[in-house]
Nanobody, 121 residues
């Protein structure tokens, strides 16, 4: 059973930074991604990264502020979030997929339990 365990969420003031981590059980994937879901809203794509080549992709709303990276040796993907805004408040989910199509869609094969990020104004 593949497990993804997120950590690093919390409460931060607007303009601050947080780094989320997602540790995967020993397994390689085609890509991993981060999604978020705010109360009353649908789950939305944040960022993805291919495991092999490290190619990254971002939602327009976070470009220039968030950075996704991975550490192959640790089977871990990170999301560094800077210049945080109140509208970034959500539960952030880590996900992994075995195929290339639809990296920005919430159709990943494996999901973490989510970690809360709250940005105060």
């Amino acid at each position: 059973q593949v497990q993804l365990v997120e950590s690093g969420g919390g409460l931060v003031q607007a303009g601050g930074s947080l780094r989320l981590s997602c540790a995967a059980s020993a397994r390689t994937f085609y890509a991993m991604g981060w999604f978020r879901q705010a109360p009353g809203k649908e789950r939305e794509f944040v960022a993805s990264i291919t495991w092999g080549g490290g190619a990254s992709n971002y939602a327009d709303s976070v470009k220039g502020r968030f950075t996704i990276s991975r550490d192959k040796a640790k089977n871990t993907v990170y999301l560094l979030m800077t210049s945080l805004r109140p509208e970034d408040t959500a539960v952030y989910y880590c996900a992994a997929r075995n195929t290339a199509l639809g990296l920005a869609r919430p159709t990943y094969d494996y999901w973490g339990q989510g970690t809360q990020v709250t940005v105060s104004s």
